[in-house]
């Protein structure tokens, strides 16, 4: 079955009490049981929902996975997988990810004894020259939030599979429909359905796809013991959201495509990160590894003051400031103030995290009306 109908059928069959096609939210606690211990699968809702198997059969066929687990958040899902480490373990991690991401690392987890390596993996070397006996993990974004840098997913697993380290891919900005982690080599491919997989900016939520059993024995024995789970109106607002995703996505590229090149063009604007430009490092391997190139991209102004920035940042009105990404509706962020706040300053500006730095994620509203928004905002600055 080809991405687009598994997004509307994996994972779900008519209700077979009712007949309902859509699977109902399973708004319980508790399941009865016929005699102790005689159930039909379903004893306590942290360990099963039905609601919530639909959806994790769902993301599981939309990553081409064996195995889908779900979490109440996109940090809870990387929270799990950072639960499969011991203390004196290493991860090498790239230099520019979410902030979250960072934050939960360097705040959390550093101080429980594990350590962790940030580097640039636009140059999988970088990741080579790190491991050593105590690395377990290696942890990358592509595109990366906000600087839309690529790392290359098939050179870095080649790089991974001997040292027998798992390699996990956040692929909240591509989604399964852009890129396919685990088809390149990956071991784990984790999402924020916050973002593109829910789409609608109603929900939180976050999740895992992985083909191998015992690591997936493993993370669901964490997930039923530390209780991250959704509750199932969440995965409700999610398996609806999927059923749009690529049709949502071929408008995101399509609008995407279109900004990029008139704010490279505008005048005013000094530079526009977007994966699709040919002059973009990671153009190649982007076209190697993605089917087009999304609509999250990052600028900064001619005048790359942070007045000039705020000005922008303000005079929008269908971009709206705002955290996220993903959703319908088009965003415009700070990644200095807001999403990547969390990250030193000089932490920030080595990777080019500037304060003159603007994160736009196009929605899918008429082109020309978000065109004519950023022209008003542009001609203020
Ligand atoms: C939002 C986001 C996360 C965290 O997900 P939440 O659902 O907000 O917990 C992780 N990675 C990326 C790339 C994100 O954009």
């Not at 990358?140 to 870095?156: G, K």
């Not at 993370?219 to 999610?238: E, H, R």
């Amino acid at each position: 079955m080809k991405l687009a109908t598994k997004l509307i059928h994996a994972g779900q069959a008519p209700d077979p009490s009712t007949g309902a096609i859509m699977t109902p939210i399973y708004q319980t606690s508790t399941y009865v049981q016929e005699a102790p211990a005689t159930h039909k699968g379903y004893e306590y809702a942290r360990s099963q929902n039905p609601t919530r198997k639909a959806l994790e059969d769902c993301l599981a066929a939309s990553e081409n996975a064996q195995h889908g687990l779900s979490f109440g958040s996109g940090v809870a899902a990387t929270d799990a997988l950072m639960k499969l480490l011991r203390p004196g373990d290493e991860v090498i991690a790239a230099d520019d990810m979410y902030g979250g991401t960072y934050r939960l690392f360097t705040k959390i987890y550093e101080p429980m004894g594990i350590r962790f390596h940030f580097v640039n993996m636009a140059n999988p070397s970088n990741i080579s020259a790190l491991i050593n006996e105590n690395t377990k993990m290696v942890w990358t974004e592509t595109p990366t939030n906000p600087l839309m840098s690529i790392s290359d997913i098939r050179a870095i697993a080649a790089i991974c599979k001997p040292a027998n380290l798992i390699l996990v891919v956040d692929n909240t900005f591509a989604t399964p429909w852009l890129q396919n982690p685990l088809d390149l080599g990956a071991d784990v491919v984790m999402h924020s359905a916050t973002k593109y997989l829910g789409g609608h900016s109603d929900v939180i939520h976050g999740c895992i796809m992985l083909n191998n059993d015992e690591l997936r024995e493993k993370l669901y024995f964490i997930q039923k013991s530390c209780g991250a789970v959704p509750g199932p109106m969440d995965c409700f607002l999610v398996l609806r959201g999927l059923k749009t995703l690529h049709v949502r996505m071929k408008a995101h590229c399509e609008n995407g495509k279109t900004i990029a090149h008139y704010l490279r063009n505008h005048p005013k604007v000094g530079k526009v990160y977007w994966p699709g430009f040919t002059d973009h490092p990671g153009h190649e391997t982007a076209k190697s590894q993605m089917r087009d190139f999304g609509g999250m991209m990052s600028i900064i102004l001619k005048d790359d003051s942070l007045d000039a920035a705020k000005r922008m940042l303000t005079s929008t009105h269908l971009f709206s400031l705002a955290e996220s990404l993903g959703g319908v509706e088009s965003l415009i962020n700070h990644p200095a103030s807001m999403t990547h706040a969390s990250i030193p300053k000089a932490e920030r500006e080595k990777v080019g995290v500037v304060d003159g730095l603007i994160r736009l994620s196009v929605g899918i509203e008429d082109v020309d009306d978000l065109i004519a928004d950023l022209e008003a905002a542009l001609n203020k600055v």
